[in-house]
């Protein structure tokens, strides 16, 4: 084979071999392991991907992100409020659900390296990990990606959906009752999923996917509702919804071009 033939052959595999990864997490900056393409891989330590939120046993209840591999820090938020917006409508609730376990690393205050089972024998075995990249300083995210403890400067989470009026009937096989108080938004569609009732404002295909904005469902004054968490934007496993002129770099669920995000539950 001449030389111009064999380098073409290595860049079609190597484009179908990136194609492929780009797919899941491991071509994300959420591979934080030795095999991460992110900046803050790690160069030593450890190539699984999932052990740094995930953990098949000994997980945090405490948190509602499945089998989660991280304590949570114990930073005082400052939420969005009235005192930013006269016109919110909804309640907005402490951080919690979901957001806290993405806080978790990116409030700035917790090393991405404090897991409850590190990867090998044994739940703490004293494994260190040194990462190098710019955006953290010993393992703690810096910058943009450190949204800190001051929320108020953020797109609120916690929030009740749509303004409230949407929420749960309590029954043993609840059913959403109700209908947005503020009608510039999408209304929400919602299933009982095991016996729980889950809303999600759908994007496409009909069903819960994960291109849709996921709400999660939290208890508003007592009472079962739908609401907005870092998560109903953000799949913390896929990157790559983008193209060449609406790169998509930031974990969303549908592509940012022409603001498909905002106006997915804004009708503006
Ligand atoms: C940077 C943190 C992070 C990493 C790394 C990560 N996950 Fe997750 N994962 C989450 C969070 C947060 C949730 C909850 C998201 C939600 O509520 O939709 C989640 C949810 C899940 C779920 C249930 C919901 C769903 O989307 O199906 C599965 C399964 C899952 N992760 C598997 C994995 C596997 C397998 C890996 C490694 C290959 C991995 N995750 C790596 C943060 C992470
Ligand atoms: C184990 C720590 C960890 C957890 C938990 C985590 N992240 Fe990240 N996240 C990172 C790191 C590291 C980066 C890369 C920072 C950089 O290099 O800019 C990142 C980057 C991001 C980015 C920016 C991507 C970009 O290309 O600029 C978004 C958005 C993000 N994370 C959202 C989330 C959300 C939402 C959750 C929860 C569902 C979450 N993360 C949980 C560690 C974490
Ligand atoms: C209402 C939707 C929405 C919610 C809720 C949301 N985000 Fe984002 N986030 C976005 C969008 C859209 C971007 C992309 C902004 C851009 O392109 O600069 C983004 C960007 C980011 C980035 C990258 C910052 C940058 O500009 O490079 C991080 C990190 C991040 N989000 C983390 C979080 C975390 C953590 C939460 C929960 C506390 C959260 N997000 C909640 C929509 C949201
Ligand atoms: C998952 C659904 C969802 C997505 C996606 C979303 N928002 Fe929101 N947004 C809400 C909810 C719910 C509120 C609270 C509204 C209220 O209670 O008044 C809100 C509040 C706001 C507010 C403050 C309104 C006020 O009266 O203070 C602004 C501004 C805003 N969103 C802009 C955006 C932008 C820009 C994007 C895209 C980057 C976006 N939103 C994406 C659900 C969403």
Request: charged share 10%.
């Amino acid at each position: 084979m001449n030389p111009k033939m064999k380098q073409a052959l290595v860049l079609a595999t190597l484009a179908v071999t990136s194609g492929v990864a780009m797919a899941g997490i491991s071509a994300t900056k959420h591979n934080l392991s030795t095999g991460g393409t992110g900046e803050n891989h790690l160069t030593a330590g450890t190539e699984e991907i999932c052990v740094f939120c995930h953990t098949p046993h000994g997980a945090n209840t405490g948190v509602t992100a499945p089998l989660w591999n991280k304590q949570l820090p114990s930073t005082t938020y400052t939420t969005y409020s009235t005192a930013n917006s006269s016109t919110i409508d909804g309640s907005v609730l402490a951080v919690g659900s979901v957001s806290a376990a993405c806080l978790s690393c990116h409030d700035g205050t917790q090393a991405m390296d404090s897991m409850i089972n590190e990867p090998g024998s044994g739940l703490d075995n004293g494994a260190t990990f040194t990462w190098t990249g710019a955006r953290q300083s010993g393992g703690i995210l810096q910058g943009v990606a450190a949204l800190g403890a001051d929320l108020t400067n953020d797109h609120p989470i916690g929030i009740q959906y749509c303004g409230g009026g949407i929420q749960s009937d309590g029954a043993a096989t609840p059913a959403s009752t109700g209908s947005c108080k503020d009608t510039d938004f999408t209304a929400p569609t919602s299933d009982v999923i095991n016996g729980s009732l889950v809303w999600w404002v759908d994007t496409g295909t009909a069903g819960r996917q994960k291109t849709d904005m996921i709400l999660y469902t939290r208890a508003f004054s007592g009472t079962d509702g739908p609401s907005v968490e870092c998560a109903s934007c953000h799949d913390p496993h896929v990157e790559s919804k983008g193209d060449a002129t609406n790169p998509q770099v930031a974990f969303l669920r549908v592509s940012q071009a022409g603001s498909g995000v905002c106006l997915s539950c804004h009708t503006k």
